[in-house]
């Protein structure tokens, strides 16, 4: 096995440090870009330079757990086109909190995306937008099958590229099979995307997802539904309401956007949604002093973990 790490332009020492690493992993190849690619085209680019037959993405700060990798080479041995495991949420300080729920069947449970019925009970039993490859650290797949579709400049930029590469793979058959464990730790609480605020961070999955779902799937598809209600399983009620209590304090702008991503969110006739946009429209918005205030704690508590 290698390691591939490519630097996005950093400003930092990584150079060095990945110079240290190299001593004791020969098989370590690094790649330094001087400008910033973003995070679509610096994926696509780590899995070009990559020589293996499968192939693991990682975060910088995500950790592997003991056994990780002996694990997934073993069961890789079926030869499956994806394999999605299992990630543990932890503190800013990586101490760990829970697992995070991906899909609602056995381990090891297989499945051929192309085929409508499989499909349509894959997309049925997805708890969180992990099982739709979100997180780019639960997925090991066949570069092969990656290369077979090349980069979709229409969502370079949007955070999920390679989601639209692996759902423009399954008309041609996409093997998948479920694993179960949690083979890494995974660090909560260091967003970069936070940079533009929460409202723009929730837009990035809220609009990204159903984007990708009207895109590939079609709006009103089986599978375009169960996207939409992923989606709205990771933005329950609770945290909506906390965000529009603070989002009182934010530009007029971004009041705007986060009362569309609400709309967005809960826009399937479901009971559910129907009482978490009743629940949305009847609480209270704060003074906007109050809501400053309240958000700058906040962003205090948040800075120190």
């Known amino acids: 096995m290698e390691v591939v790490i490519l630097d996005g332009g950093s400003t930092d020492d990584t150079a060095a440090v990945v110079d240290a690493f190299k001593v004791v992993c020969p098989a370590l190849r690094y790649e330094r870009r001087e400008e910033r690619g973003g995070i ?4 696509a680019r780590t899995v070009e330079l990559a020589r293996g037959e499968y192939c693991w993405l990682f975060s910088s700060d995500d950790t592997m757990k003991p056994g990780a990798v002996r694990e997934v080479l073993a069961q890789i041995e079926s030869g499956l086109d994806v394999y999605i495991g ?13 697992d995070q729920p991906i899909l609602d069947v056995p381990p090891g449970t297989t499945f051929d995306l192309g085929r409508a019925a499989d499909r349509h009970r894959y997309f049925e039993h997805a708890q969180t937008t992990t099982a739709l490859f979100s997180f780019l650290g639960s ?5 092969a099958r990656w290369d077979a579709v090349a980069l979709d400049e229409d969502f ?5 590229a390679h989601v639209a590469r692996i759902f423009r793979l399954i008309p041609s058959g996409l093997r998948v099979e479920y694993l179960g464990r949690s083979y890494l730790w995974k660090r909560c ?7 533009n605020g929460l409202v723009r961070r929730f837009a990035l999955t809220i609009d990204g997802y159903h984007r990708l779902a009207d ?14 209600r992923a989606v709205a399983a990771e933005f329950p009620a609770s945290v909506l ?6 989002s009182a304090a934010a530009c007029e702008e971004d009041r705007r956007l986060f009362e569309r991503l609400v709309a967005t969110v809960y826009e399937d006739p479901s009971l559910r949604n129907r009482l978490h946009r009743g629940l949305y429209r009847i609480m209270p918005t704060p003074f906007k002093g109050l809501a400053a205030r309240v958000s700058r704690v906040y962003a205090g508590a948040d800075a120190t973990g």
């Open 40 to 43: 679509d085209r610096d994926m």
């Open 86 to 98: 299992g990630l543990t949420l932890c503190t800013y300080d990586m101490r760990p909190l829970r």
């Open 139 to 143: 997925m090991i797949f066949r570069k």
């Open 156 to 160: 370079v930029g949007s955070c999920w």
């Open 189 to 195: 609480d260091n967003d970069s995307f936070l940079d």
């Open 215 to 228: 895109t590939f799937f079609g709006h009103s598809s089986l599978e375009a539904r169960h996207i939409r």
């Open 241 to 246: 309401l906390y965000t529009k209590w603070i």
